[in-house]
């Protein structure tokens, strides 16, 4: 996994300004001196309780605890990784990202080239935008396609940047040419069918996409990376590709079907509770609903869904709504999807109308709008009542031995989910929709994971908004330490001096941190506040520090302050041994006298060390 050299970091957490980050989300005001303020994106609220201290590079709501720099922030808005966090910042800022030698990071070479790729692809797509809107034969043409054919607005074409091509490829090896794009990025882009020995002219530059309707497609972060290209009538008959509807961008060094879903750039930001993904089979589908205002519809990229998108999905939301064609093909996506979903820890339900009509997506919600969604809603099957009926679709008519394999099918499906808990859950609603005894359903479970002699599946890791939030670190000495620490860095050696192993609770990130920098304090090694990164070790680590920088102890004496944190946590690790010698020495008979001797030394010892002062002084 690509690691991105913490110099690269400190560098981009200094230049960067975090009020400009927080701006593109929230909107902030003076808040008194640097400080600014404004409604918190992580929680809904009436009143400003979202602070913003741009000197400092942290941020902190009073009113939901969320706190960070500006790394944390991009991560948690847009639902990025650390590494796709400051490669986003880089990208907007200006600022070159630099990777650990040898840690699988893209070499010089191959990050310029991604670069220029990115830059062609949003070339590409704006050069099909205005053909779209041109005021000649091609733009007339498909601008009456996409309001009278497709019955879809201008405005949602200029808002997803849909464009067009003439039969002839439109002149986009020229322009591109002209703008100096290297050779490699031009071979390599897939808009080209190129001849390996061929010189770079426009007449060399023959075009993928003739004659169609061209839909932008973007990565999770927004960048055109692809394009699909919908045939039309002014698909040429010498285009290889005539009788497909859709011909899609080939995989390039920056896009990996397989591992992309259109429009999840903007339904990621739309999902919560209550507001699951709505995927569909294709991208027309995903417009239609977001021009009714169903934003969290998403669809593959021409390809059955892959075991990657799925572990995408659940990186932003637990829930997925399937909302597939009522035909036979779209059955076979649903029922494909199904295994692969329970793997990867999904929540899955699937939209179906009443009776046995077919369905068809777009015409649905064109004609019914958002009320077609809430209609679906209210009748949607669960992955199991959905399994029972595609596999026995009338269970009151169904024999022993059809209900036998209908069971041993949907117990197949059952052993995907990840954890016995989940399983026996399943296996409880199965039985019910097959109209089996709990028993036997949960027998045939149980038969099916012994004939696959496999351990649980591993499950994802649990995404910060499906679970319940994690506790808030307590108000300890620990962490009181750890603040003055941090805001009194002259004081650190001393404490690390005087603290006593064992004194420190690490049951909690207060006191790990502590135990951690106080080591740092004690070698020699202290970075310093604002260089700490290489120091967390996760979220709940940065959180804190973040949240402890944000606000700073009001104290007159650090040391005296410092000296009674010290003194709580010796109370706090030597009192119950204290108590457990009053009630031994209490208790006759229970020591022989050589260790009531022992006993009455060791307690002496433990009433002399409590009452003497903790003394705050730096290593010799």
Aim: hydrophobic share 40%.
């Amino acid at each position: 996994m690509p690691v991105i050299k913490p110099s690269c970091v400190r560098d981009l957490k200094q230049r960067v300004n975090l009020a400009d980050v927080v701006g593109r989300v929230a909107g902030l005001r003076k808040a008194g001196g640097s400080r600014l303020k404004g409604l918190c994106p992580f929680h809904q609220e009436k009143t400003p309780s979202f602070h913003v201290d741009p000197d400092k590079g942290f941020y902190k709501c009073f009113g939901c605890g969320k706190a960070g720099d500006a790394i944390t922030f991009v991560r948690d808005t847009e639902q990025l990784t650390f590494t796709e966090a400051v490669e986003a910042l880089g990208k907007r800022f200006g600022i070159v990202i630099e990777y650990e030698e040898g840690s699988g990071g893209p070499t010089h070479e191959e990050r310029s080239l991604r670069q220029e790729l990115f830059d062609l692809h949003d070339a590409a797509a704006d050069h099909f935008h205005q053909a779209l809107l041109a005021g000649d034969e091609t733009g007339e043409f498909f601008r009456r396609y996409w309001t009278e054919e497709r019955r879809f607005s201008l405005d949602l074409a200029r808002e997803f940047k849909v464009g067009a091509v003439d039969a002839a490829g439109g002149g986009l090896g020229g322009a591109l040419l002209r703008r100096k794009y290297s050779e490699e990025a031009l071979r390599r882009c897939g808009l080209f069918f190129i001849h390996e020995q061929a010189l770079l002219t426009p007449v060399a530059l023959r075009p993928r996409f003739r004659g169609r309707l061209i839909i932008p497609i973007r990565d999770h972060q927004g960048r055109v990376v692809a394009f699909t290209a919908r045939q039309t009538a002014r698909t040429p008959e010498d285009d290889p590709a005539r009788e497909a509807k859709y011909v899609n961008s080939p995989e390039t060094p920056i896009f990996t079907k397989g591992q992309l879903l259109f429009n999840l750039d903007r339904a990621r930001t739309a999902v919560g509770e209550g507001r699951p993904f709505v995927l569909v089979e294709g991208q027309l589908d995903a417009l239609r609903c977001w021009s009714v205002g169903l934003r969290t519809a998403i669809a593959p990229q021409g390809t059955s869904i892959t075991e990657g998108q799925l572990a995408l999905l659940r990186r932003y939301h637990p829930q997925v709504e399937c909302l597939f064609d009522r035909d036979a093909a779209g059955h076979k996506a649903a029922q494909r999807l199904l295994p692969l979903a329970l793997q990867a820890g999904l929540e899955v339900r699937f939209l179906q109308p009443a009776g046995d009509g077919k369905m068809d997506p777009d015409l649905l919600f064109l004609n019914e709008g958002l009320a077609a969604y809430e209609r679906l809603r209210a009748g949607a099957l669960s992955a199991m009542a959905f399994a029972a009926a595609s596999l026995l679709p009338h269970p009151e008519r169904a024999g022993a031995e059809e209900r036998g394999r209908a069971a041993q099918a949907v117990a197949e499906i059952i052993g995907h989910s990840g954890g016995e808990a989940a399983r026996a859950a399943l296996a409880q609603e199965a039985a019910g929709a097959l109209g089996l005894l709990p028993r036997v359903m949960q027998q045939e479970v149980a038969a099916q994971e012994s004939r696959l002699r496999r351990p649980d599946p591993p499950r994802p890791a649990p995404d910060a908004k499906a679970g319940a939030p994690a506790p808030a670190d307590p108000f300890t000495a620990e962490r009181d330490l750890l603040a003055l620490c941090l805001h009194h860095e002259e004081i650190g050696p001393a404490v690390g001096h005087a603290l006593q192993p064992g004194w420190v609770d690490t049951g909690h990130t207060a006191g790990r941190l502590l135990n951690r920098f106080l080591g740092e304090f004690e070698q020699g090694s202290w970075p310093g506040r604002d260089h700490l990164d290489p120091l967390l070790e996760d979220d709940a680590e940065r959180a804190l520090v973040a949240t402890l920088r944000f606000e700073p102890p009001r104290v007159d004496d650090p040391a005296r302050v410092a000296q009674a944190g010290l003194a709580r946590l010796r109370s706090r690790a030597l009192e119950p041994r204290l108590r457990q010698i009053e009630l031994a020495l209490a208790n006759p008979g229970a020591e022989r006298e050589s260790a009531s001797l022992s006993l009455l030394q060791e307690r002496s010892a433990l009433q002399r060390q409590l009452r003497q002062p903790v003394v705050l002084a730096p290593p010799a």
